[in-house]
């Protein structure tokens, strides 16, 4: 999981898309962390993704999935992109613990939190909106939508 999880940039990002490069990062995933299945739905073309998005899904996914591994104890994991007019949606979410967001809060010097605001920033500096809901016992699910008109011309 450290192996595909830090590495930075893939090569395959820029090679193939997004689209295969989803595709692969979840198959190592469930490959990596046997046990949890991952129910995937990308209905969206490559093209139908703005390019400076890509690596900012990537990340986003990344560090999504880093904490279903660390904290979640799921065992399924559905992850969702779709394009719905000029709007493009994600969506990660897991069967795990859950927790309560209110009770998280990033201070500096600590480690906590860092990911979860990591995630937000990444989402409102693309342009997005981002929105986490979790409970404790419920899982987690993280939805973010970029309108994609910004992104033309
Ligand atoms: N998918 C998840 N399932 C359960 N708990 C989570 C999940 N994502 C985040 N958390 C909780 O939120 C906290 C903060 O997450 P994060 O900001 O990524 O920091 P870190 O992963 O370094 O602890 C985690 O320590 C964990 O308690
Ligand atoms: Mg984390």
Aim: proline fraction near 5%; charge should be negative.
């Amino acid at each position: 999981m450290r192996r595909v999880s830090t590495e930075l940039r893939p090569s395959i990002l820029d090679d193939l898309g997004i689209l295969p490069t989803l595709s692969w990062f979840f198959r190592e995933f469930e490959a990596a962390c046997g046990g949890i299945v991952v129910e995937k739905a990308f209905n969206v073309a490559e093209h139908e993704v703005p390019v400076p998005l890509k690596i900012t899904l990537y990340r986003i996914l990344q560090e999504a999935t880093n904490n279903i591994v660390k904290h979640a104890g799921a065992d399924r994991v559905r992850v969702r992109l779709e394009r719905v007019d000029e709007v493009l949606h994600l969506l990660i979410e897991d069967n795990g613990c859950g927790f309560d967001p209110d009770s998280i809060e990033y201070v500096e010097g600590q480690g906590r939190g860092l990911g979860l605001l990591s995630m937000t920033e990444r989402a409102s500096f693309s342009g997005g909106t981002y929105h986490l809901a979790s409970i404790p016992g419920q899982g987690t699910r993280i939805e973010v939508s970029w309108p994609c008109g910004q992104f033309s011309g």
